[in-house]
């Protein structure tokens, strides 16, 4: 079993930051990709940031220059430092890792359950 578990969402006021993380535990083999997603109401989910264990990032031009996105490969956890955040910002934000299990011969995507940011004043 493989989990994501992720914290540090909250209520913030416009230009203000929070720090997103994101731990994958279980029984994983090896992470390709860690990124962020978002979903806003009544909107499609949508890529924030995504970085590989070699350290690429590919990030939504919406936040370029205001978020950005690290991994600690070692503890299988990544990171989305946000500031400057404005109202559009706010969403349901998930977590996910692109993965192989010890017990399995492929890679698979797996989910967080999601954290809230808002951002209003």
């Known amino acids: 079993q493989v989990q994501l578990v992720e914290s540090g969402g909250g209520l913030v006021q416009p230009g203000g930051s929070l720090r997103l993380s994101c731990a994958a535990s279980?029984?994983?083999?090896?992470?390709?990709?860690m990124g962020w997603y978002r979903q806003a109401p009544g909107k499609q989910r949508e890529l924030v940031a995504a970085i590989t264990s070699g350290g690429s990032t590919n990030i939504t031009d919406s936040v370029k220059g205001r978020f950005t996105i690290s991994r600690d490969n070692a503890k299988n956890t990544v990171f989305l430092q946000m500031n400057s955040l404005k109202p559009e910002d706010t969403a349901v934000y998930y977590c996910?890792?692109?993965?192989?299990?010890?017990?399995?011969?492929?890679?698979?995507?797996?989910w967080g359950q999601g954290t809230q940011v808002t951002v209003s004043s």
């Open positions: 996910n890792a692109f993965l192989r299990q010890w017990s399995a011969t492929s890679w698979s995507n797996y």
């Open positions: 279980g029984s994983i083999l090896s992470i390709m990709t």
